[in-house]
């Protein structure tokens, strides 16, 4: 079962534009994450964000955290080719591992 | 520092023959984990260790899967027969301590079953 679901799935962008994906989720979290998959390849892990965070920041990336409405959002700021890859979102449920969702699909254009 | 090692990379075989997967995690990552990833979609977890100790086997099809964790430190994940839909890739991953912390990937093993 998917805890976490990503929107939009799929995204085309230029180079220097912006790129936001969103992650909705259904039950309390201790903690979400942000993984990023090059096609081929394994996951590497972008940021963690706990439940009393609203708000963090790493690089390009900024990821916010609203546990009221139960949803995450990922921003790649002046996005590059080398962005293009899926992004997931992992969410951590009390007592189990970590959930992946389905993932967004970025493509980044030059 | 060496990432989390898998081998083979890629693996083809006939439905009902048998198959193994090897990982190296991390080194003094207690936690390991096996998932599977189909296409289009996001790893699914078929069992964790923290140490030698199987704490979260409950989605690994135990009538064909086993896995072992020898000594704590390396894996190997075994399908015996594999069928048609096993075919997928087979990630391994390593954290700390716990399924809280950040997970680390290996390159995950790419299996066809024909």
């Known amino acids: 079962s998917q805890q976490g679901e990503e929107d939009p799935q799929a995204l085309s962008i230029q180079e220097g534009e912006n790129a936001t994906m969103n992650c909705s989720y259904k039950t309390s979290i201790n903690n979400l994450q942000w993984y990023r998959q090059n096609s081929g390849r394994g996951l590497v892990h972008l940021i963690l964000?706990?439940?009393?965070?609203r708000e963090k920041h790493s690089g390009r990336l900024r990821v916010t955290l609203d546990t009221s409405k139960k949803s995450s959002s990922l921003l790649i700021t002046a996005s590059r080719a080398a962005d293009t890859a899926s992004y997931f979102c992992?969410?951590?449920?009390?007592?189990?591992?970590?959930?992946f969702g389905k993932g967004t699909t970025l493509s980044v254009s030059s | 520092e060496a990432g989390v090692v898998q081998s083979p990379r890629y693996k083809i075989i006939e439905k009902k023959q048998p198959v193994a997967f090897w990982c190296n995690p991390i080194s003094g990552h207690n936690t390991l984990y096996w998932y599977l990833q189909n296409l289009g979609q996001g790893p699914e977890l078929l069992i964790r260790?923290?140490?030698?100790?199987?704490?979260?086997d409950s989605q690994l099809p135990k009538d064909r899967f086993s896995a072992e964790r020898l000594k704590g430190v390396d894996s190997t994940l075994k399908i015996q027969p594999a069928e048609l839909g096993d075919s997928a890739v087979y990630l391994c991953?390593?954290?700390?301590?716990?399924?809280?912390?950040?997970?680390?990937f290996g390159p995950g093993t790419r299996l066809l079953v024909l």
């Open positions: 260790y923290e140490n030698e100790e199987a704490v979260d």
């Open positions: 991953a390593s954290s700390l301590a716990g399924h809280q912390e950040t997970q680390y």
């Open positions: 964000i706990r439940s009393n965070e």
């Open positions: 992992a969410t951590d449920l009390t007592g189990t591992a970590l959930i």
